[in-house]
């Protein structure tokens, strides 16, 4: 769905000098124009999300999305299922790496009543922030389990939480590169915003026999991004939702084009760059704009 921006170009009243009227100008669907958009998720802190995944996710220059559950972060008492760190948890969030709350003990939300859900909101939040400088703006429902309740709480001051995933992994999905790519297809083809859910690498629920499967689909990934923008869940869910509240008015100047954009969301929460595709002269281009820094101007 492409969304129609009110366009105003300005015509020169008198002289012929000053303006003419920009043929056309929208804000694009995803970042830089791309086709569609993947978040890459990996759920509940297993150890071999440092060891494995993120190094994997680095050297291919892109960005994932850990969901941690404070409570289990640490302990020693899992010897079949080690936990990231804290320490982890704050290196994999200075590499760009989003690290957010997946609840305090991964407890069956719809069960708890207000109180103790905010407590498993809160105390998460608290304690990602501690490690890691920056408090939790999304969020990842346990098991998805959800009703009116805990999804109110679970979006306040948040740009968004986890409403829908693809699986990936073998012990329980059975994942294959075939799978995988047809995934990624289907993604493309239909201009969509593919969430994508993993587990641990070597052990817990739905492991894989073959981590090689993965990591040949996050190549055949990277090496698509002409067409796809790949980036956390935060940063896809708040341009979504920016490209939803921002209008956009296109004026061309004497030698420059102005943006100026009006959007009613917090900026203290969402601070993504939007793209305005516009067509001035025949010519056009991708422009990357503050949807809250008020007109802004770019060469002509
Ligand atoms: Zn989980």
Redesign the pocket.
Known sequence: MNIRIFVMGLIALSSAAACSVVEDARITEFRDGKKAAVSLTF??GPLDHYTMVAPHLDSLGIRGTF?I?GYEIGREDYNTFPRLTWEMCREMSDRGHEISS?SWT?ANLTTLSEEELREEVTRNDDAIEAATGKRPITF?Y??NARNELVARICHEGRVGTRDFQESQGQANTHSTPESLRAWLDKVIANGEWGVTMT?GMQYGWDCWEDPNVLWDFYKDLASRQDEVWIDTFAAVTSYMQEREHCRIVVRKYHKCIGIKPECDLDPALYREPLTAEVTVDGRTRLLSFDPFGGEQYFEL
């Open positions: 759920d509940d969901w559950v997946h991964h990842c346990p098991y587990h």
